[in-house]
């Protein structure tokens, strides 16, 4: 499958989807599957002309924040996202957004089904906030063996020849207009399964469509879950971020790009109390005295991996609950 080896390397894999965009002799093929799509949308039109879609990616991917998202959390949200609540509503509003443009790089794919009941799988989501809506591009994975699109590239081309025409290919692009019900979708939300057909140039397929209607509103239902908590997990977590090299900044620069950070979501690390396995350990005794008030204050480590972490810790009461809270003033001699 498409990996990293570390969180910044994801920068690379922008970028190189950036010069996809920008050169790639097969670039023509998904801007003529995707174009019709893009003309259809309303938000997809700028003063009622509409995008050229491999522009406008190479706008947006260009200025894009990146966020590398961690398996666990992936695993944690992907599972519940049938069950778990995000908002009290089910509308996406811009408040919603964790930034204008952000990039999603999933350490691992999420599978979904398409309209007609395909399994894919989505590697990458780019999220741009544009006129009255939020528009969604979704990329899989091509060398993902479950991804039942990448086998039908793999019997045409040869799985190498396939990965080489791009790594991320484009699979979806869908506008999230402000205050349009995205949770809790019913069949009815969809268009029915003839204009379905139709819309993607495929109207000889309609008992496809028909067939796989129950399963792609679930599917879709999921994913959106699975984006707007995963937005909400970034806001309320404290993400980490890890700056490029050296080398690496070299070839941004020589790319020209803007990128130059990855933010890291990953789950966060349970506190627990050191196990005592010494039989000859005796507990230290500390003779509390009072109770006093701790500031909010940054804490900095190394973690296992080797990665830089920083937090916040929040203010809080420091000492046993039964015995008394000293409040102290703080005094400042300032000298010349």
Same mark, same amino acid.
């Given at each position: 499958?498409?990996?990293?080896?570390?969180?910044?390397?994801?920068?690379?894999?922008?970028?190189?989807?950036?010069?996809?965009?920008?050169?790639?002799?097969?670039?023509?093929?998904?801007?003529?599957?995707?174009?019709?799509?893009?003309?259809?949308?309303?938000?997809?039109?700028?003063?009622?002309?509409?995008?050229?879609?491999?522009?406008?990616?190479?706008?947006?991917?260009?200025?894009?924040?990146?966020?590398?998202?961690?398996?666990?959390?992936?695993?944690?949200?992907? @599972?519940?996202?049938?069950?778990?609540?995000?908002?009290?509503?089910?509308?996406?509003?811009?408040?919603?957004?964790? !930034?204008?443009?952000? +990039? +999603?790089?999933?350490?691992?794919?999420?599978?979904?089904?398409?309209?007609?009941?395909?399994?894919?799988?989505?590697?990458?989501?780019?999220?741009?906030?544009?006129?009255?809506?939020?528009?969604?591009?979704?990329?899989? @994975?091509?060398?993902?063996?479950?991804?039942?699109?990448?086998?039908?590239?793999?019997?045409?081309?040869? $799985?190498?020849?396939?990965?080489?025409? !791009?790594?991320?290919?484009?699979?979806?692009?869908?506008?999230?207009?402000?205050?349009?019900?995205?949770?809790?979708?019913?069949?009815?939300? +969809?268009?029915?399964?003839?204009?379905?057909?139709?819309?993607?140039?495929?109207?000889?397929?309609?008992?496809?469509?028909?067939? +796989?209607?129950?399963?792609?509103?679930?599917?879709?239902?999921?994913?959106?879950?699975?984006?707007?908590?995963?937005?909400?997990?970034?806001?309320?977590?404290?993400?980490?971020?890890?700056?490029?090299?050296?080398?690496?900044?070299?070839?941004?620069?020589?790319?020209?790009?803007?990128? $130059?950070?990855?933010?890291?979501?990953?789950?966060?690390?349970?506190?627990?109390?050191?196990?005592?396995?010494?039989?000859?350990?005796?507990?230290?005794?500390?003779?509390?005295?009072?109770?006093?008030?701790?500031?909010?204050?940054?804490?900095?480590?190394?973690?296992?991996?080797?990665?830089?972490?920083?937090?916040?810790?929040?203010?809080?009461?420091?000492?046993? @609950?039964?015995?008394?809270?000293?409040?102290?003033?703080?005094?400042?001699?300032?000298?010349?």
């Amino acid at each position: 499958m498409a990996t990293v080896y570390r969180p910044i390397d994801v920068l690379e894999k922008q970028v190189d989807l950036v010069r996809w965009w920008t050169s790639s002799q097969y670039r023509h093929g998904f801007i003529e599957t995707f174009q019709d799509m893009i003309n259809k949308y309303a938000s997809m039109k700028n003063l009622d002309v509409p995008r050229e879609i491999d522009k406008y990616l190479i706008s947006r991917l260009d200025t894009a924040e990146t966020f590398y998202v961690r398996s666990p959390i992936i695993a944690r949200l992907w @599972d519940f996202t049938d069950v778990y609540e995000t908002h009290e509503h089910e509308v996406v509003l811009p408040q919603d957004l964790p !930034c204008e443009r952000g +990039f +999603f790089y999933l350490e691992r794919p999420i599978h979904t089904l398409d309209a007609r009941g395909r399994v894919t799988s989505i590697k990458a989501i780019l999220w741009s906030e544009e006129r009255e809506a939020v528009i969604l591009s979704e990329f899989s @994975d091509a060398s993902d063996e479950l991804d039942e699109i990448s086998q039908m590239t793999f019997a045409q081309f040869g $799985k190498q020849e396939a990965i080489s025409i !791009c790594e991320l290919p484009l699979m979806h692009i869908v506008p999230w207009r402000w205050g349009r019900k995205v949770q809790n979708l019913t069949d009815e939300d +969809f268009s029915n399964p003839e204009e379905l057909a139709d819309f993607h140039g495929e109207a000889g397929d309609l008992e496809t469509y028909k067939k +796989f209607q129950g399963s792609y509103t679930f599917s879709v239902n999921r994913f959106n879950a699975f984006v707007i908590s995963l937005w909400e997990f970034v806001q309320e977590q404290i993400p980490f971020r890890i700056s490029a090299d050296r080398p690496m900044l070299r070839r941004l620069k020589r790319a020209h790009s803007p990128l $130059k950070d990855v933010t890291v979501i990953d789950l966060r690390p349970v506190d627990r109390p050191p196990q005592i396995t010494d039989p000859d350990h005796v507990p230290q005794f500390v003779p509390w005295s009072h109770r006093w008030r701790v500031r909010e204050h940054r804490r900095r480590w190394i973690d296992k991996h080797g990665n830089y972490r920083e937090t916040t810790v929040s203010a809080h009461i420091k000492g046993p @609950d039964h015995l008394q809270l000293i409040e102290k003033d703080r005094i400042f001699n300032v000298r010349k």
